[in-house]
């Protein structure tokens, strides 16, 4: 099968699973429920659970094993997504080309939303009931509910956040950009790939020390992509120099180091991680396919 193929299956897996996550709990709060459901279900890349599923995969273990926490992966980047449009935070109407959670529903309903996807999350890692064909041990699934918190929480992606929000018209060294990022969605991206490694329970000691290095460049090519296709379509929509301009407003890998330079850094961390994984072989393939992704993405 062609490594395309595989991953427009995974990404499949994840979707139908996601379909099914909120749906078929019962139904306390309607509305609470359609809120979640239409942020979870409407069209993400879902980047996080691929990754999870293709490095599982490339350790030879079972796709069930590492359904939960794909599933888990996506409630936190979901969760963390909702909260990032509220006006209280960076006040956008729309994400994904839909209104955002708060302006479909409100923002109370928003706001708690995102709480229960977050509660959602570790649900699914720690119940032995949504998914019979995952047989991790206890000890894996505990370690797993340990790095997902760490990654999401106070010294991971809700301090980034955080940081994000207090340096709004400073500017930022290179190294304190580089944390920030570290923070806000590098250790998202790189329990992706742990959680992934986890399941496939039978990671040895330097396998997990290469994909810790994978995961750190491709996490870091992530954002400095992000920061280029803002900027782009800042200066598509806006023309040339205004778009330079907003963007120069923020703390951006373009903005510090100019924008050839910043791609060439994109590719650079890019060649890095493919270099990581090749001592891996053809069972890595998948998740070079995703790194290429990751730099090649227009969206
Ligand atoms: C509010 C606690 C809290 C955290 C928010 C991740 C984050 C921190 C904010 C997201 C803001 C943002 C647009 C960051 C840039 C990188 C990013 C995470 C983009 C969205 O991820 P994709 O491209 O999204 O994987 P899709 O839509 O494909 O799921």
């Known amino acids: 099968m062609s490594q395309q193929k595989q991953l427009v299956e995974l990404q499949q897996r994840a979707n139908h699973l996601l379909d099914n996550l909120v749906s078929s709990r019962p139904n306390t709060a ?6 979640i459901n239409y942020s979870l279900t409407q069209g993400g890349k879902r980047l996080r659970p691929l990754l999870t599923y293709a490095t599982c995969a490339g350790l030879n273990g079972s796709l069930e094993n590492a359904d939960p926490a794909a599933m888990a992966i996506e409630c936190i980047h979901t969760y963390s997504l909702i909260h990032d449009d509220l006006p209280a935070m960076d006040d956008d109407a729309l994400r994904r080309g839909q209104p955002t959670c708060h302006i479909a529903f409100d923002e109370a309903t ?4 995102g709480d229960a996807l977050q509660a959602l999350a570790f649900e699914a890692l720690s119940t032995n009931d949504w998914y019979p064909d995952c047989v991790l041990p206890p000890s894996t699934k505990l370690k797993q509910i340990q790095i997902l918190a760490q990654a999401s929480g106070m010294n991971g992606m809700v301090a980034g956040q955080s940081i994000d929000l207090s340096s709004v018209g400073k500017q930022l060294s290179l190294e304190q950009l580089e944390n920030m990022h570290h923070c806000k969605t590098g250790a998202l991206i790189k329990a992706s790939i742990q959680l992934g ?5 039978q990671v040895e000691e330097s396998a997990w020390q290469q994909l810790g290095r994978f995961a750190d460049a491709v996490g870091l090519a992530f954002q400095i992509q992000d920061d280029i296709l803002d900027i782009e379509s800042d200066t598509e929509t806006l023309g040339k120099t205004q778009g330079a301009d907003i963007a120069n407003d923020k703390p951006t890998y373009p903005a510090i180091m100019g924008l050839s330079q910043a791609k060439q850094k994109a590719q650079q961390l890019t060649d890095e991680a493919l270099a990581i994984l090749a001592p891996l072989g053809q069972a890595a393939a998948p998740l070079k396919q995703l790194a290429l992704l990751i730099i090649q993405r227009n969206h």
């Open 30 to 35: 309607p509305y609470l429920k359609k809120a």
């Open 197 to 201: 490694a986890l399941a496939s329970n």
């Open 110 to 113: 928003a706001i708690l939303a």
